[in-house]
Structures are given as C-alpha cells and as structure tokens.
C-alpha cells in the first residue's frame, strides 16, 4: 500500500527536527561550563524531557515534533542569558 507522499513528508520533517534535537544535546550537556551543578541538571532534565516527547509524538503527532528544537534552543539560550545577567554565572 502506497504512502501518501504529505505523510512521508510529515515523517521527515519530525525526523529533522528530532534530529535538530540531537545537535542541541552538546550545548545542554556543556552548560556545566558557565552554570552549577543544579542548574546543567534542571538543562538536562529539561532536554531529555523534550526529547522523549518528541519520540513519543513522532508516531503519534509528527508536525508536534517540529517546534520542540526552537522551544529547546530558546529555553537553553534563555537559561544562560538569565543565569549570567542575574545569578552571576561567568566561564
């Protein structure tokens, strides 16, 4: 049985953005670098969070899948700023 070819194309995109996920996996696990021990752990634990809603909404929900990197960059990038203009984290 054929697949309809937006479907396919749903499934790419949720595996790009999945794999845009992946990319962003260095900087949340390289927080240890500016931010504490409990602050790279909240970062990770926010990733992997992330992460395993996208695994699970791939099969389910695939254009779900497609916002979670932006909402990862956005949260990670925030942290930091936050962290460094107001909690005083330096490198």
Known sequence: MPRDARTVAKYVVAAL????MLALAPF?????????GWAVGVFIA????????GCFWIRRKPLWVVPLPFIAA?????GMNAGGAWLG???
């Open 89 to 91: 984290w330096t490198p």
């Open 17 to 20: 953005a999945l794999a845009a």
């Open 74 to 78: 956005a949260f990670w990038l925030g």
């Open 46 to 53: 926010v990733w992997l969070v992330l992460f395993g809603l």
């Open 28 to 36: 949340y696990f390289a927080s240890g670098l500016m931010a504490p």
